[in-house]
């Protein structure tokens, strides 16, 4: 089992930067894969980000890629999103999720993943 906890939202104009935290416990963090979802008002939890037990694959929503990145420090167990150029309507809750997985394959559906952490509010204005 692994316990997540998110960090680094906060209340940034549009243009700017916000890099999420998401700390792990256990010991075996390397063999989770991780992914970001985001949460707006009134609407659907959606897919932002993906990333593999080894870091060495990433996958992006379209309407992230070129200006998020997703990355992994298995031996800090955290997971990271590097947002740049925020815009508007990047503002919703952010989640970090783990699902146990040494494949090498990328999840992007949220049952995929079976441990979430309780989100960090990212708000971006105009």
């Known amino acids: 089992q692994v316990q997540l906890v998110e960090s680094g939202g906060g209340l940034v104009q549009a243009g700017d930067s916000l890099r999420l935290s998401c700390a792990a416990s256990?010991?075996?963090?390397?063999?989770?894969?991780m992914g970001w979802f985001r949460q707006a008002p009134g609407k659907e939890r959606e897919f932002v980000a993906c990333i593999s037990w080894s870091g060495s694959s990433t996958y992006y929503a379209d309407s992230v890629k070129g200006r998020f990145t997703i990355s992994r420090d298995n031996a800090k167990n955290t997971v990271y999103l590097q947002m740049n150029s925020l815009k508007p309507e990047d503002t919703a809750v952010y989640y970090c999720?783990?699902?146990?997985?040494?494949?090498?394959?990328?999840?992007?559906?949220?049952?995929?993943?079976?441990?979430w952490g309780q989100g960090t509010q990212a708000t971006i204005s105009s």
């Open positions: 999720a783990a699902k146990y997985s040494r494949e090498r394959i990328l999840y992007t559906r949220r049952y995929d993943y079976n441990y």
């Open positions: 256990g010991r075996t963090f390397s063999s989770y894969a």
